[in-house]
C-alpha cells in the first residue's frame, strides 16, 4: 500500500492540539467529546450574549475603563478590578434613568438600547455565572442588590427590571437615622456574597441621612487549574521592578505543554480552568507578557485603545516550553469609580440626575444623583488556581521535542505584566488588572 505523502502526516502533537482546539479532552482513553456548545446544563438554550455586549464591544469597554483606572489610581502599584461589576450596576443607573443620562451610560458601555443591557445582565446571573462547582468547574456567583431608603417606593417597571433582569433584591431600610447601621448590613452582605474576599466595601462616613439608594454588585469566581502548578517546585526568582530593582519571589514552574504566542512586543499565555462535566462554559486566565521589563506602558496603550484586543491574541495551540515561570500573587485593590466614568464622559448621573424612571415619591426624581460608586476587588494566584472577587456600590442622593526541530517558547513572567480572566464562549471578561511587584499586596 502507498504511503501518503509525507505533506499529509501529523505529529502526535499536531494531532493532539487539534483534537483540543476540537473541543476533545486529551485525559480520558475514551477522548469524549467536551466541546463548548450553546447549551446550558441547566436547561437554558443560548449562552452566547450579543456580540455588541461581549466578544466585541463589551470587552473593549472592560480593558478600556482598566486602561484608565491604571492611568488614574495604579501607576505605580498592583491591581485588580472587575470592569464586569461595574458595569452591572452602571446598567441599573441606566435602567432607572432617562434622556439624556441614559444616552450617556448608553454610549459608554457601547450598547444600543437599555433592552440590550437588561438582557445582556439577565444572562450573565443564569449563565456565565451559574455556579460550575457542581460540575466539577469553577465556583461562580454573582448577586445584586438594592437598599431604598423608607420614605420612597420603586417605580413597578424599574422594581421588575432590578428584580428579573438583575435578580436584584429590594432592602427598604431608614437611611435618615440609621445610616451607619445600613452601611454594616451592605458590607455584610458584600462580604457574605464574595465568600469573605471583600470586607469593608463601605467606609465609614460613605453613607449618612442625605443617601436615598444604594445599589451593590458581587461577584466570585474560584477556579483549578487544568494542569496544576507542584507546589514543591515552586523558587524563589528575581523579578524585576519598573525602577530597575527586582526582588526575590516565589515563582512557579512548569515543563508541560502550553498555550503561548508571541506577537509584536509581547507574549500571551493561556491557563485553562477545569471545567468538569460544565460543556456549555469554558474559562481562562491570560498573562499579557512585554518583552521589554520595561515594555508595560506600551503593552497598556495597545490593552486600552485596539478593538478586539484579546479576541486578536488568544493561543489556541499548545506549543513545547524551555523557561517556563509564573510569580505567585495576592492584589487587593479599591477606588472611587466616579472620577474615572466621568473622565470618559460619563458626568450626567452626578451632575443632573435625570433618574425619574427609579423611585416615585414627592421628591422630582430629577433632583436624585449619583454621589458615589466605590469598587473592591481581590485576587490570589497559586500552584492550585486562582480565587477572586470583587463588589461595587453606588450611593444615591437626594439633592513536540529539539528532536523534531519544533520551536521551543519561553514564557518568564519576571517583570510587570497585564491579566484577565475571561469566559471563552460568551467573551465576557470577569477580572483585568497588572502585576507590577507579586510581594506588595496593593
Given at each position: ?8 502526516l501529523?505529529t ?7 483534537r ?7 485525559s480520558?482513553?475514551?477522548?469524549k467529546?467536551?466541546?463548548?456548545t ?12 450579543d ?5 466585541g464591544?463589551m470587552a473593549?469597554v472592560?480593558?478600556s475603563l ?7 489610581y ?12 461595574i458595569?452591572v450596576?452602571l446598567?441599573?443607573v441606566?435602567a432607572g434613568s432617562?434622556d ?8 459608554f458601555l457601547k450598547?444600543k ?5 437588561n ?5 450573565l446571573?443564569t449563565h456565565?455565572?451559574?455556579?460550575g462547582e457542581?460540575?466539577g468547574?469553577?465556583?461562580l456567583?454573582t448577586?445584586?442588590g438594592v437598599w ?6 420603586l417605580?413597578?417597571?424599574?422594581k ?5 433582569s438583575?435578580k436584584?433584591?429590594?432592602n427598604h ?8 447601621e445600613?452601611?454594616e448590613?451592605v458590607n455584610?452582605w ?7 474576599l471583600?470586607?469593608?466595601l463601605l467606609q465609614?462616613?460613605s453613607?449618612?441621612?442625605f ?8 461577584v466570585?469566581?474560584?477556579?483549578a487549574w ?5 507546589a ?13 530593582s527586582?526582588?526575590?519571589a516565589?515563582f512557579?514552574?512548569?515543563s508541560?505543554?502550553?498555550?503561548i504566542?508571541?506577537f509584536?512586543?509581547f507574549?500571551?499565555?493561556r491557563?485553562?480552568?477545569k ?6 462554559r469554558?474559562?481562562?486566565m491570560?498573562?499579557f507578557?512585554?518583552?521589554a521589563?520595561?515594555?508595560?506602558t506600551?503593552l ?5 485603545s485596539?478593538?478586539?484586543f484579546?479576541?486578536?491574541h488568544?493561543p489556541d495551540e499548545l506549543v513545547?516550553v524551555?523557561?517556563?515561570r509564573?510569580?505567585k ?19 450626567l ?6 433618574l ?8 422630582d ?7 458615589g ?12 488556581g ?10 444615591y442622593e ?5 528532536s ?6 519561553d514564557?518568564v513572567?519576571?517583570?510587570p505584566?497585564?491579566?484577565?480572566i475571561?469566559?471563552?464562549?460568551s ?5 483585568v488588572?497588572?502585576?507590577l511587584?507579586p510581594?506588595?499586596?496593593?
Amino acid at each position: 500500500m502507498e504511503s501518503p505523502p509525507e505533506s499529509e502526516l501529523l505529529t502526535m502533537r499536531q494531532i493532539r492540539n487539534r483534537r483540543l482546539r476540537e473541543g476533545w479532552s486529551t485525559s480520558s482513553q475514551k477522548k469524549k467529546r467536551t466541546k463548548t456548545t450553546t447549551h446550558n446544563g441547566g436547561g437554558a438554550t443560548d449562552l452566547h450574549i450579543d456580540e455588541s455586549n461581549s466578544g466585541g464591544a463589551m470587552a473593549d469597554v472592560s480593558l478600556s475603563l482598566a486602561s484608565h483606572v491604571i492611568t488614574a489610581y495604579a501607576k505605580d502599584k498592583n491591581l485588580v478590578i472587575s470592569p464586569l461589576s461595574i458595569n452591572v450596576v452602571l446598567g441599573m443607573v441606566a435602567a432607572g434613568s432617562n434622556d439624556p443620562t441614559r444616552d450617556q451610560i448608553l454610549g459608554f458601555l457601547k450598547s444600543k438600547s437599555i433592552e440590550e443591557i437588561n438582557s445582556f445582565s439577565s444572562k450573565l446571573a443564569t449563565h456565565v455565572f451559574a455556579d460550575g462547582e457542581p460540575l466539577g468547574g469553577p465556583r461562580l456567583s454573582t448577586a445584586n442588590g438594592v437598599w431604598i431608603d423608607q420614605s420612597l417606593r420603586l417605580k413597578p417597571a424599574f422594581k421588575e427590571t432590578v428584580e428579573n433582569s438583575y435578580k436584584a433584591a429590594s432592602n427598604h431600610v431608614d437611611f435618615q437615622t440609621k445610616a451607619d447601621e445600613v452601611r454594616e448590613e451592605v458590607n455584610a452582605w458584600a462580604e457574605k456574597e464574595t465568600n469573605g474576599l471583600i470586607k469593608d466595601l463601605l467606609q465609614p462616613g460613605s453613607v449618612d441621612a442625605f443617601t436615598r439608594l444604594i445599589f451593590a454588585n458581587a461577584v466570585y469566581f474560584k477556579g483549578a487549574w487544568i494542569q496544576e502548578f507542584k507546589a514543591s517546585s515552586t523558587r524563589d526568582h528575581n523579578f524585576f521592578l519598573l525602577n530597575g530593582s527586582s526582588v526575590k519571589a516565589p515563582f512557579m514552574k512548569s515543563s508541560e505543554e502550553q498555550y503561548i504566542s508571541e506577537f509584536d512586543g509581547f507574549k500571551v499565555l493561556r491557563l485553562r480552568y477545569k471545567q468538569g462535566k460544565d460543556y456549555t462554559r469554558t474559562f481562562s486566565m491570560y498573562f499579557f507578557l512585554p518583552d521589554a521589563k520595561d515594555g508595560l506602558t506600551d503593552l497598556l496603550e495597545k490593552f486600552g485603545s485596539e478593538s478586539g484586543f484579546i479576541e486578536n491574541h488568544i493561543p489556541d495551540e499548545l506549543v513545547e516550553v524551555g523557561k517556563f515561570r509564573i510569580p505567585k500573587f495576592k492584589i487587593g485593590f479599591s477606588f472611587g469609580v466616579g472620577e474615572v466614568i466621568k473622565a470618559l464622559g460619563v458626568v450626567l448621573p452626578f451632575r443632573e440626575g435625570n433618574l425619574t424612571e427609579m423611585v416615585d415619591s414627592d421628591i422630582d426624581g430629577k433632583e436624585l444623583r449619583v454621589s458615589g460608586i466605590i469598587h473592591k476587588a481581590f485576587i490570589e494566584v497559586n500552584e492550585r488556581g486562582t480565587e477572586a472577587a470583587a463588589a461595587t456600590a453606588i450611593d444615591y442622593e437626594g439633592c513536540c521535542g529539539p528532536s523534531e526541530c519544533e520551536k521551543i517558547y519561553d514564557f518568564v513572567a519576571d517583570h510587570p505584566f497585564m491579566f484577565v480572566i475571561r469566559e471563552d464562549t460568551s467573551g465576557v471578561v470577569l477580572f483585568v488588572g497588572q502585576l507590577l511587584d507579586p510581594l506588595a499586596n496593593s
